[in-house]
């Protein structure tokens, strides 16, 4: 599906280097102490073994039908070998996938300094350019200006301005210096001026990868809570034929035809749910890599399979619902100004203002009013009544005036937050125009930034011009993807830093279910555990070291690659990406992982009854030769119903693997909906497709003269 | 077929509808507690069993409990029947009860089974009957009830607080018997005794018949046996012949009253399903599952008898249903109850576990006897005995939302609780323990030689005998096929096992499963989340109950009935 495919490293199904590995570990994987993991391919294992066995004293006696008891032996060892083969692929896509992964994620370099100069301070000539994945805890690296910081660590010299847009969504930089409060430094930001040599405190995502590779290769693969749940059941139906298959000698025995032990086990592999058997963990570790497949690193099986679950996905606004900068939408004057005039002073206070709102107030001036960008010093020619226009000089934000603007010899413009440009023109004397507050207010009810736009002119107090609507823009397709989300049952709540007003604006133009206003991290805590409360299942994303808290309270925590190291560790996937709408694939990939499990479930049990059908008359028909009347697929003979049915059972599992690999395919709708589309499919599926594959087979095996 | 016996179907299929919403709405007031008119009664019951009736017992309480309750009245049985001849009320000083039949006789009566290996009137004192028999015919229907409601309470109890408790099992017992048993019985036994089931305390009555042989005829309180034993799915009948006796069952009437009767507390518990976990939908769904699959049963075994035995038609003699002759096969039926109502009758007797019969199900022809042996081994889960049919279901359903919750692509939820590893566990022991029983009893006596001495017919029907009665023992009913011996140790030992199994074996699990439940927190619904009611639901459940639970014994009915059936088409009878 085209959001899936996103981003995604498409690999041929089955890669030949990977299966021609597969096999070989198929063969590697019938060591009795793996096959204990799972009780229904141990069963058939077993059922190898007693057939083989049986067969070589066929063999040795010279017993006439000893090739039949073969074939059988054969294909009970390939059942065993397919089930092994679909697990091995999963291992290998995933391993295939995480060295790709690994490769693209290695492109960025890092300059690692060796040795320290005696006065403490590092020698800069001899950086040794390594990739940033194979850095480690203590190495000490230089940026400089331009570069991306390999990774998390402590400025351990020299002061910069570093852009970490990327992780706080502020376009502002901020200044990192060693010592103090400010020395920490987070991988994936952008050192903008000077330099910085930085001690890497924490191994990059390599180890992320490290981790989750173990735990597709099944050393440290734990079983999860649902996998555990339906190994149980498995294993109950397991034990149910088990009866069923062994009591059945007694009451042929009493019929007056005792049935061969071959037979007896090749009923049983055949009634045993060994479809769903041999795929589980096949479809376990498919779910990963596909999480792969969308760069995220999920640490934990347990993890994904609780993404299916989610019924609150908590999404951070900034960057996620709306893009990470606001746009100029309108220009609002006020006490009667002249709404050219308002412009022209909005456009002159942002010409050097590289913020991306600044940039956006000029390009809406060009396009609304036809305004064309000035160079500094140049004239805007239709207002000759103002002195001194010739040399703006740009004044940039500043934390402390909280405003910015342009200063052209004695004539100021400034542009920022109501209430501190509001403080700058009554702290000069000037008034407040008595309808600026209406208009500022109507623009937060709107979900925009209101900010307010003054002048001063040579010692005139100041005057208040008018209001720049700066405008949150969601992004494109939010809306619908949020209608998906609900007609799966999930809700969405949008996490701001803005008033209530405004949130509940944006969250209505966005089409959230809800919102949560002015918060600050703990709020966004408390909001979790009253969810977790209410027995639903949290899902959110989170990069910064205040969000480790909640990232590990949620059920799934998302940290962004370009996040601290302590949210990656408190979080239990990792997107390579810092994409957090990819929370929403995310889920997507959980829920299919649970609906093939689920489907394949299905379609095993389905299948039993063509299996009864072809091997209960097969059996019984020499003694009652009206049992005839079952064999409703007219199979060539006894031998050949058998054969076929085991055959079939074996080759479905190798025909169902891309299904294991792939997932089922999903679509979002309302639980009834896909229930309904998944039963026909699997189950009224798995009823019939059997009869005509055994059928099939019967006809070839004849064709073919095995039987 | 006929109309005549279509509407009388339609008829009763009538009247089970119109009864469940009222009877369960009853149901509820009992089991919250909030109907009191018995108070003063129930408060001197708890008094003197010295039982706290206010304690909400953990699953563990309530099921040591349970189990306390009925190994303790089941050894009381067995040490009565052993003592008879030294109690009271045996004026014709009938000896000692047989260990082997004392034995299957307690075990059977108090697993709600009243599989009877041994005449009444020959081997049991008055003292007995009143006292044992009598008193489990409520007793172990009101436990069924009770370990249902509780069942329910699990599913039911919202969020973390319940803890694993259930309520509490003394309360449960008492006022199944006292709100619902007594009263109900109290009034069909009157309805019975207008119809013309006699209730007395004469001695037998010695009658010149037309012919004028001498005939004894036996006497006794029948109408309020015979109500306790529809009403309680018990079926012990009064007289030998059960329900096809003219005093126990003597007219169309009494025949329909004492049908419904087995369906009514069942069909109404599933009601009360709906109301208490709050939806109503959901219990509406499991019923139609439940009668779909009876409508089913009935069909089957109506045609099948209806079309009466080829054989006898290829001979010549007339089977066609006409105003004189009721057609099909009457062999083994009373004439005043025909085809339809005999078929009805079996099905609803093995749908429920209640056991009574009122035609010879060895003489049915080989599916219309499939049918019955299905619905035992289904675990008789359509209606169902009382409580036992419900929890019976309930493990179905577990199981039908785990299979199938998991294509929805969550964590599959019941109600809102998640079904996790230990659920499905207890729902798999559940499934394991019926199987087993049937299975290996059925082996062990299908090759032994004393168990195919029991035998009184030859090829696969002499073997549906045997699986019939260790279906029927297992699943607590009590029909036979009237071929089986029953009488030896072989049997009454295997059989009183396999009816033991076959309750507390699966009672457990259905306890535990509710405990766990109750533990669970509640994740409200959403339209993500499976969906328990509705015509897809209804039809899923179904598949689950057939696949699951009549997969296991397909092997064993194709060489019973089945391949009878396909041989007495060939013209081969047994």
């Not at chain 1, 690999?661 to 909906?673: D, E, M, Q, T």
Request: aromatic share 8%.
């Amino acid at each position: 599906m085209a959001t899936l495919s996103q981003g995604t490293r498409r690999r041929p199904l089955f890669d030949p280097p990977i299966v021609r590995r597969a096999m070989r570990d198929a063969v590697r994987k019938l060591d009795p102490r793996h096959q204990l993991r799972n009780p229904v391919m141990f069963v058939v294992l077993v059922g190898s073994v007693f057939t083989t066995f049986v067969c070589a004293r066929e063999l040795l006696g010279g017993t006439a039908g000893w090739g039949f008891t073969l074939q059988l032996a054969l294909w009970l060892w390939f059942t065993v070998l397919f089930a092994n083969f679909a697990e091995a692929m999963a291992e290998g896509r995933g391993k295939a996938q995480a060295d790709s992964l690994r490769k693209s994620r290695t492109q960025t370099t890092a300059r690692r300094l060796t040795g320290e100069s005696r006065e403490g301070k590092f020698d800069q000539r001899g950086p040794v350019a390594v990739d940033a994945e194979r850095l480690r805890r203590g190495d000490v690296v230089l940026c400089l200006p331009g570069d991306m910081i390999p990774g998390d660590g402590d400025v351990v010299e020299g002061v910069a301005s570093v852009d970490e847009s990327a992780i706080t969504g502020e376009s502002a930089p901020v200044i990192r210096e060693s010592g103090g409060d400010r020395s920490a430094v987070t991988g994936g930001t952008k050192v903008l001026s000077d330099y910085l040599v930085i001690r890497i405190t924490a191994n990059p995502g390599e180890t992320f990868l490290d981790r989750m590779i173990a735990l597709v290769e099944g050393a440290s693969r734990q079983k999860t809570p649902n996998e555990i749940a339906l190994t149980i059941l498995l294993s109950g139906l397991t034990i149910v034929f088990l009866l069923a298959v062994t009591t059945l000698q007694p009451f042929a025995i009493y019929a007056g035809g005792a049935v061969s032990v071959p037979v007896l086990i090749a009923l049983l592999v055949c009634l045993i749910p060994t479809t769903i058997g041999g795929l589980l963990s096949a479809i376990g570790i498919a779910g990963m890599d596909r999480m792969i497949q969308q760069n995220v690193i999920a640490m934990s099986g347990r993890a994904v399979e609780a993404a299916g679950d989610v019924n609150t996905l908590l999404l951070d606004k900034t960057g996620t619902i709306t893009l990470g900068n606001r746009q100029a939408a309108a220009f609002v004057p006020v006490n009667g100004t002249a709404i050219e005039r308002l412009v022209d002073r909005a456009q002159l206070s942002s010409l050097a203002d590289e913020t991306p709102e600044g940039r956006s107030i000029v390009v809406l001036a060009k396009e609304q009013f036809g305004l064309r960008g000035r160079s500094v010093g140049a004239h805007a020619g239709e207002t000759p009544s103002e002195p001194g226009v010739l040399g703006p000089v740009f004044v940039p934000f500043s934390a402390s005036t909280r405003m910015s603007g342009a200063d052209n010899g004695t004539h100021q413009v400034r542009k920022g937050a109501a209430d501190a440009v509001l403080r700058w023109v009554t702290d000069q004397g000037g008034k407040v125009p008595a309808d600026l507050s209406t208009v500022v207010e109507s623009i937060a009810r709107d979900g925009g930034t209101p900010l307010v736009v003054a002048e001063r002119d040579g010692s005139a107090t100041p005057t208040v011009l008018g209001v720049v609507y700066l405008k949150d823009i969601v992004k494109g397709g939010m809306r619908e993807r949020f209608d998906r989300l609900r007609a799966m049952g999930i809700r969405t709540v949008m996490i701001t830093g803005d008033n209530p007003l405004t949130a509940a604006a944006i969250a209505q133009e966005a089409g959230v279910d809800d919102f949560l206003a002015e918060a600050k991290p703990e709020d966004k805590m408390a909001l979790i555990k009253r969810e977790q409360a209410g027995g639903r299942l949290v899902a959110m994303t989170g990069d910064g070291t205040n969000d480790a808290p909640a990232l590990a309270q949620a059920d799934v925590g998302v940290s962004m690659n370009t996040g601290t190291q302590a949210a990656k560790e408190a979080g239990n996937m990792i997107d390579l990406d810092s994409n957090p709408t990819k929370l929403i694939e995310i889920v997507e990939i959980g829920k299919q992982l649970l609906m093939t499990r689920g489907s394949l479930t299905t379609f095993s049990i389905a299948n039993d009854v063509a299996k009864y059908f072809a091997i209960i008359p097969a059996m019984f028909v020499a003694t009652y030769p009206a049992l005839q009347a079952l064999n409703i697929m007219r199979l060539h003979s006894p031998q050949s119903a058998i054969l076929s049915s085991v055959i079939f059972n074996a080759l479905i599992i190798v025909a169902l693997i891309p299904l294991a690999l792939r997932g089922v395919r999903y679509r979002p709708a309302a639980a009834s909906v896909i229930l309904r589309r998944n039963l026909v499919l699997y189950g009224v599926g798995g009823l019939l497709v059997p009869f005509a594959g055994i059928k099939l087979i019967d006809v070839i095996l004849v064709f073919v003269g095995l039987v | 077929m006929t109309m005549n016996g279509w509407l009388q179907i339609a008829f009763f299929c009538a009247v089970l509808l119109a009864a469940t919403k009222p009877l369960g709405l009853y149901l509820v007031r009992v089991f919250d507690g909030s109907l009191r008119f018995l108070r003063p009664i129930e408060r001197m019951i708890y008094r003197a069993a010295g039982v706290n009736p206010d304690e909400d017992q953990h699953w563990t309480r309530y099921t040591a409990a349970m189990l306390l309750f009925s190994v303790a009245s089941m050894l009381l049985t067995y040490a009565v029947l052993r003592l008879q001849h030294r109690l009271p009320l045996n004026p014709q000083h009938l000896a000692a009860v047989p260990d082997r039949q004392a034995f299957e006789t307690s075990a059977s009566f108090t697993t709600n089974t009243n599989w009877q290996s041994y005449s009444g009137e020959s081997m049991m004192s008055y003292f007995s009957q009143m006292t044992q028999l009598a008193f489990h015919n409520f007793a172990s229907a009101a436990v069924g009830i009770a370990v249902a409601v509780a069942l329910v309470r699990g599913i039911a109890r919202r969020g973390g607080e319940a803890r694993g408790r259930l309520g509490n099992f003394w309360t449960d017992l008492t006022r199944a018997t006292l709100y619902v048993l007594v009263p109900m019985s109290l009034v069909l036994s009157l309805a019975m005794i207008q119809q013309g089931v006699i209730q007395n305390f004469k001695p037998y009555v010695e009658v010149t018949t037309l012919e004028g042989a001498k005939q004894v005829l036996a006497m006794g309180p029948v109408a309020s046996q015979e109500s306790i034993k529809q009403i309680g799915t018990n079926g012990g009948g009064f007289f030998n012949a059960n329900a096809a006796h003219p005093f126990e069952n003597p007219t169309p009437w009494s025949n329909f009253l004492s049908v419904i009767a087995i369906f009514l507390i069942p069909s109404a518990l599933v009601y009360y399903l709906g109301r208490a976990v709050k939806n109503v939908a959901h219990g509406w769904s499991v019923w139609a599952a439940m009668f779909l699959l009876f409508l089913g049963g009935v069909g089957v075994t109506y045609w099948s008898e209806a079309r009466g035995n080829p054989t006898h038609a290829a001979r010549g003699v007339d089977v066609v249903a006409s105003a004189t002759n009721p057609g099909g096969n009457m062999e083994g039926k009373e004439v005043r109850f025909g085809v339809a109502n005999s078929a009805l009758y079996a099905v609803v007797t093995t749908d429920a576990s209640c056991g009574a019969v009122n035609a010879m199900h060895d003489s049915f022809t080989p599916l219309a006897g499939l049918v019955p042996i299905v619905n035992m081994q289904l675990g008789e889960v359509i209606f169902g005995g009382v409580g036992a049919g419900l929890y019976g279901m309930l493990i179905f359903v577990v199981l039908t939302v785990f299979i199938a919750g998991l294509m929805v692509g969550r964590t599959p939820e019941y109600l809102g609780k998640k079904i996790q590893a230990r659920e499905v566990q207890m729902t798999m022991l559940y499934v394991l323990g019926a199987a087993a029983s049937v299975l290996v009893f059925t082996a062990i006596s299908s090759i032994a030689t004393s168990g195919l001495a029991g035998r009184n017919n030859m090829g696969p029907h002499g073997f549906s005998e045997i699986l019939y009665a260790f279906s029927s023992a297992t699943a607590n009913n009590g029909s036979a096929f009237a071929g089986l011996t029953g009488s030896t140790y072989w049997y009454n030992t295997q059989l009183g096992i396999a009816t033991l199994v076959g309750r507390f074996a699966l009672i457990v699990p259905a306890l535990a499963l509710g405990g766990f439940l109750a533990e669970k927190r509640v994740v409200p619904a959403s339209v993500g989340t499976f969906p328990v009611s509705g015509p897809l639901f209804t039809l899923l459940l179904i598949g689950v109950v057939l696949i699951v639970g009549a997969l296991t014994f397909f092997p064993a009915l194709a060489l019973g009935p089945i391949v009878e059936h396909l041989l007495m088409g060939a013209g081969r009878l047994f």
